[in-house]
């Protein structure tokens, strides 16, 4: 059994060392620009340049060289020497802090003995940012570039122009490097400034030596919680961005601890085999050792009951003893015949020594309960530990299963669209530098309905995900621009949009509602107005108005029209004006009729006879 432990001891060893043997070599480049010649001094990239130097070493990187206030010479130099580094590495990392420029478009590197007196002087006095880039182009694996140059520069403000249409930026310019798996990070956005920070270093560098340590954390992820930092902390002044991209595995400044899947010593095993030896011997000097060594924890605080129950023996013992020592000099002085008064002061010693026995007895009845309660707890502490331990080793057993199958689901996954790729000569687009949670594997239909479901949930998509990026969708994604201070194409539903949307963590499109509806928390509820009142075009409720009488004009055409039909239409039947008499006496004729002459008429009783007038009606 000895020989087999032995041999997987020095398996392991083996395994160890070739794994290490095959390591990564990773190096880094840390320039600091203060003591400028021509401009005042800047009081953090030096400090800045050493913490972060500082920093690549605890990660392990094999080479970091912290070079300070470097002349235009000493510039040059640097970046040569680390480029033949370079071309030997799997990761390369150049960090600047100091003053740097944009002109017409084109970001430079400021040395310290730079006077930059015209815009010409530019291309002669400072490096490009081509520079940089050509210098850690060798890498393998990972290219990184860390500028914290983009503070307010005190050169454009004195230069003069040799061209009056010649741009000189604020800040650095926006900048897509061309090769693959590399990585440009400022400290402030493109056209921004950043600042200098009030206390030894900057806001920037403080969050990079805090974030991007962390083991097993990707760098677009660690960028992300830098950019978090950095905006907190300048009130929301400043905020870092990051160009370039890398592809969809990890990419860690340090590597993530090996899981350990085999079973593990537990920690208190010594304490507990040297605990359990103590009880079985019972003793006090067994019990002072074992405390001895073991001066405080929990099985400290069991050996400590353990032995005040020693004690209580060792008292209940003694008081047991005067007791029987006081009845035997009770008895003695009875067989003696002593007087009475020896009698009973022996008998009050017997009964006190009876009672400090009883009491003795009552203690020891009490640490004994207590010791044994304590040896109760003790265990169910263990084996309330011993579960936790399983637990923990099954969970973890579980863990590395599950990423061993992930890993190799997202092998198969990179072998199938690799295949696919070169049948169909089709470019595959990399992944954006935003850390994206979205598996290589998802189809565009599927990045579709998980953007539509995060644009839902933020309050700018009223429609359903249904995995067709249409013109409502298109509109939430630009909805979402306007109020996330984001410039995503509407147009295509990306991984980076994704990504973007699932860190907001509530409502970012404010609520819309109809007409007669009113915004209510992230609902719309309709607007009740008392009465009298109605809802106007505003939304809100307004008194309604009295109805009053209009006044209207009388229309001429159908007066007109009405006129003309009268005139057109036969006469009627006028009343002349005549009056005919008879013997009832006299009326107006009747309309239509008339009166004539009739033959002469002889009247009775004497009357003179004449011409009578007689109605006609024909």
């Known amino acids: ?24 070599k990773r190096v880094a480049l840390v320039i600091g620009n203060s003591a400028y010649k021509s401009v005042p001094r800047l009081a953090n990239p030096v400090n800045d340049a050493s913490l972060v130097g ?8 094999d080479t970091v060289d912290v070079k300070l206030d470097l002349s235009v010479v000493d510039m040059r130099k640097a970046l040569r020497e680390f480029g033949s580094k370079a071309r030997e590495a799997d990761v390369a990392v150049i960090y600047y802090a100091g003053h740097g420029i944009e002109l017409d478009g084109n970001n430079y590197l400021i ?3 730079a006077a930059l007196e015209t815009d010409a002087d530019v291309f ?38 040799t061209v009056a249409a010649r741009a000189i930026g604020r800040g650095l310019a926006k900048v897509e490097p061309s090769s693959p798996n590399t990585m440009i990070a400022f400290a402030a956005k493109a056209g921004s400034t950043a600042s200098d920070g009030d206390s030894r270093n900057s806001p920037f560098a403080a969050a990079l030596v805090e974030r991007l340590p962390t083991p097993g954390l990707d760098l677009r992820k660690a960028f992300g919680f830098v950019r978090d930092d950095v905006l907190k902390n300048t009130g929301y002044k400043q905020e870092p961005y990051v160009y370039g991209s890398l592809g969809g595995d990890d990419v860690p400044l340090v590597a993530a601890k090996p899981v350990v899947t085999g079973p593990q010593a537990n920690p208190d095993s010594e304490i507990r085999r040297d605990y359990e030896l103590a009880l079985q011997l019972g003793t006090r000097d067994g019990w002072t050792a074992f ?72 203690a020891k009845q ?28 099954a969970a973890e057993k579980a863990l590395a299963e599950k990423l061993a199958s992930d890993k190799a689901a997202a092998e ?31 189809s565009p239909q599927e990045t579709t309905k998980l953007v539509q479901s995060e644009l839902r949930r933020v309050g700018c998509l009223t429609a359903s995900a249904d995995g067709d990026w249409n013109a409502a969708s298109q509109r939430s994604l630009t909805l979402f621009n306007k109020y996330a201070g984001t410039k995503f194409d509407p147009k295509l539903a990306s991984f980076e949009a994704l990504d973007a949307i699932k860190v907001k963590p509530g409502r970012v499109c404010p609520l819309t509602c109809d007409r007669g509806f009113k915004a209510d928390g992230d609902a719309c509820v309709k607007i009740t107005c008392r009465a009298g009142y109605r809802v106007n075009d505003d939304n809100e409720c307004e008194k309604v108005q009295d109805k009053k009488p209009i006044a209207k004009r009388d229309d001429a055409t159908a007066r007109d029209t009405e006129r003309k039909k009268t005139e057109a239409a036969p006469s009627k039947p006028q009343s002349s004006g005549q009056i005919v008499c008879g013997h009832a006496g006299c009326r107006p004729v009747r309309p239509g009729c008339r009166l004539e002459l009739n033959s002469p008429a002889v009247f009775a009783k004497g009357n003179m006879g004449g011409y009578t007038n007689v109605e006609v009606c024909n």
């Open 366 to 393: 009490i640490e004994e309960a207590r010791a044994a309660a304590a040896e109760q707890r003790r265990k169910e502490a263990e084996a309330a530990a011993a579960k936790v331990f399983a637990d923990k080793q």
């Open 412 to 442: 198969l996954a990179a072998k199938q669209a690799a295949e696919k790729q070169a049948s169909g000569n089709a470019e595959q687009k990399v992944a954006a530098v935003a850390p994206s949670s979205t598996p290589p594997a998802t």
């Open 291 to 362: 405390l001895n060594r073991f001066p405080s924890g929990f099985y400290a605080d069991l050996a400590k009951g353990q032995m005040n129950k020693i004690v209580a023996e060792e008292i209940r013992a003694a008081t047991a003893d005067k007791a029987r020592q006081a009845e035997e000099g009770k008895a003695r002085l009875a067989a003696e015949r002593a007087n009475k008064a020896e009698q009973e002061k022996a008998a009050a010693a017997a009964k006190a020594a009876e009672l400090k026995r009883l009491a003795a007895e009552k």
């Open 54 to 61: 500082g920093m690549f070493r605890k990660a392990g990187f």
């Open 124 to 161: 002669d006095e400072a490096f490009p940012l081509d520079r940089v880039l050509f210098a850690i182009e060798p890498a393998k694996q990972l290219r990184l570039v860390i500028l914290d140059a983009c503070r307010d520069n005190p050169f454009a403000k004195t230069m003069k122009r």
């Open 111 to 113: 040395p310290t003995d």
């Open 1 to 24: 059994m000895g020989a087999i432990r032995i041999f997987l001891f020095l398996l392991t060893v083996l395994c160890l060392s070739c794994g290490s043997a095959h390591a990564e």
